[in-house]
């Protein structure tokens, strides 16, 4: 049996040996990359987590498509649903994903609703009283009457789990700008959601289950999960999540051995991208190694600030042979990565410090073919809406935007 305990533990020291500084190597000197079975064992060890087996893998390139998923599962609940958002707005995409929860609460299912009070602060209050009076357990993580010092910290996890036999996690909020209407001016977000079937949906409870008791909701029983569970046929799923004090170094740990391991080509697509000089250096041993490194970014931005950030450290990349892409349509904020012909990472953490020191975030680390190929495909889908940035060119853009790009840097571990 499985424990439903949280990995890695809080106060757990990683291991020397497999700090992001060192693990890098270490996984790029493993016989046979990211298809070793070392290197599945290399993750394991760091994130002290298994690595859960069994899944059946679809990931969502659209908010419509998205939502829609999200939606007949809460209406297939039957036990339990369990939502954690870092945004949920009350319009008409709240209200639609409101009414299912709901419907799930009137019909006898428990139904937890945790948003972050910061990222959901412009839905009015009785968006929330409603939600309360029609059966839904509603908590606010970090409220903005807290202790000034909470405020620092908040909850970016987004996370849905019916039953926990079926999770969703990804970039996606709950919003309507990620399902606009076809033809609006702005047009919808561009993000990327999964839906797990499996024993990492048990996982995801028990992640779930930290925001919510630190929110001050009810501790509730989650009884532990059969081994036989996690061994059978299907996508291999590592649960990877963090929160300051726990699991920061692990997750940067991991994203650093993939990094290490990739032989062919390591795509990365980072909504919002302040990587700091660590980040920079293992992109571009990556790079030096032949692997095929690209960035993509966001181009149309809602946060001009943290873009000026990440161009603060274009030309160290540029140099080590990173190619970066900015997207051109709509707004970029997805969070994923895809390596080589076999592992995936989607989920809610950026490349920033923010992701890695302050937020509470959740991904999953996923070993199967069929998701990464539709990841690499997806990622050439958006490069054709994507403009590439030149060495050259980039050299030559205005002192104006020099001093932005700077300044913005500087200010990294705190945007």
Known sequence: MLRPALRPAAGRKLPRELAARR??????????????????????????????????????????????????????????????????????????????????????????????????????????????????????????????????????????????????????????????????????????????????????????????EHAGGAPFEIPPLAAAEAERPGARVLALDCRPGRGNAEAASVMAAIAGGARQRLWITSAYFAPGHRAVRLLGEASARGVDVRLLLQGTTDSPVVRHAGHGYFDALLRSGVRIFEYLGPVLHAKCLVADDSVSMIGSSNLDFRSFLFNAEANLVIFDAGTARILQEAFLQDLALSNEIRPETWRQRPLSHRVKDRLARLLSPFL
């Open 23 to 212: 693990v890098g190597r270490l996984a790029a000197a493993l016989p046979g990359g990211l298809d070793s079975p070392q290197f599945a064992h290399l993750l394991q060890r760091i994130d002290a987590a298994p690595l859960l087996g069994g899944h059946a893998v679809e990931v969502y390139l659209h908010g419509e498509t998205a939502y829609a998923a999200m939606r007949e599962a809460i209406r297939a609940a039957r036990d339990e649903v369990l939502l954690e958002a870092y945004i949920v707005r009350d319009d008409a995409t709240g209200e639609a994903i409101l009414a299912d929860l709901a419907a799930a609460a009137a019909r006898g299912v428990t139904v937890r609703l945790l948003a972050d009070a910061l990222g959901s602060h412009t839905s009015r209050a009785a968006f929330w009283r409603q939600a309360a009076s029609r059966g839904i357990d509603v908590r606010f993580f970090h409220p903005l009457f807290s202790p000034p010092w909470h405020h620092l910290f908040r909850d970016h996890r987004k996370l849905l789990v019916i039953d926990r036999r079926v999770g969703f996690t990804g970039g996606m909020n709950i919003g309507e700008e990620y399902g606009r209407p076809e033809g609006e001016p702005l047009g919808s977000w561009r993000d990327t959601d999964v839906r797990v079937t499996g024993p990492a949906a048990w996982e995801m409870a028990v992640i779930f289950a930290e925001g919510w």
